[in-house]
C-alpha cells in the first residue's frame, strides 16, 4: 500500500478528513447547514486550478465532490476561501437548483453569495484567487486571466 495522501497547511498535514471537518463547519456557519454530502479528492497539477467542484449523477441523485490542488503553499486563509468558494458552487447546484450561472459558474447567484458572505460575515471569497503555486511556471497567465474575468459573467 501507498503513502497516504495530505495537504501541507502551515506545516500542519491535512487529510481528506480534515477536509470534511472543515466542510462541515462552514456549512453550518455559512450556508444554513443545507449543503448535503461531499467527497474530496486530489487534484493532479493541471495549471491553473486550486480547487473544484464537480457533480456526478446516480441512482440516489447527485454526488458532490471538491477537488484541492496539493502543488500549492497554503494557508489556513487560503484553504478557507478555497472550500468556501467550492461550496457556494455546491450551495447554488444542489440547494438553489441552479445548474448554469454564468459561463464558468460564477454569474450573478454566485457573486450574490459573495457579497452575503461578505456583508454577514466580513469573509471575502475571490472569483479567481491567485494563491501561489509551488510551481510558479504553472500559474495562469495574465492575460488568460483576463480573457476568463471578460467572458465569466
Known amino acids: 500500500m501507498g503513502k497516504k495522501l495530505t495537504l501541507n497547511v502551515e506545516g500542519t498535514e491535512f487529510t481528506?478528513?480534515?477536509?470534511?471537518?472543515?466542510?462541515?463547519?462552514?456549512?453550518?456557519?455559512?450556508?444554513?447547514?443545507?449543503?448535503?454530502k461531499c467527497k474530496f479528492h486530489w487534484m493532479s497539477p493541471?495549471?491553473?486550478?486550486?480547487g473544484e467542484y464537480t457533480v456526478q449523477y446516480n441512482k440516489s441523485g447527485i454526488v458532490s465532490s471538491i477537488g484541492v490542488a496539493r502543488n500549492t503553499v497554503w494557508t489556513e486563509e487560503n484553504l478557507m476561501e478555497l472550500l468556501v468558494h467550492e461550496m457556494i458552487h455546491m450551495y447554488i447546484r444542489?440547494?438553489?437548483g441552479k445548474?448554469?450561472?454564468?459561463?464558468?459558474?460564477?454569474?450573478?447567484?454566485f457573486r450574490s453569495h459573495c457579497k452575503r458572505l461578505?456583508?454577514?460575515y466580513g469573509l471575502c471569497v475571490r472569483i479567481h484567487p491567485t494563491f501561489g503555486y509551488i510551481?510558479?511556471?504553472?500559474?495562469?497567465?495574465?492575460?488568460?486571466?483576463v480573457i476568463l474575468w471578460l467572458f465569466d459573467w
Open 135 to 145: 510551481n510558479k511556471k504553472l500559474s495562469p497567465k495574465l492575460l488568460g486571466r
Open 16 to 36: 481528506k478528513k480534515d477536509l470534511k471537518d472543515r466542510f462541515e463547519k462552514y456549512n453550518k456557519l455559512y450556508f444554513y447547514g443545507k449543503l448535503g
Open 118 to 120: 461578505k456583508k454577514d
Open 99 to 109: 445548474k448554469f450561472d454564468g459561463i464558468l459558474g460564477h454569474g450573478v447567484r
Open 46 to 50: 493541471n495549471g491553473g486550478d486550486y
Open 94 to 96: 444542489t440547494v438553489e
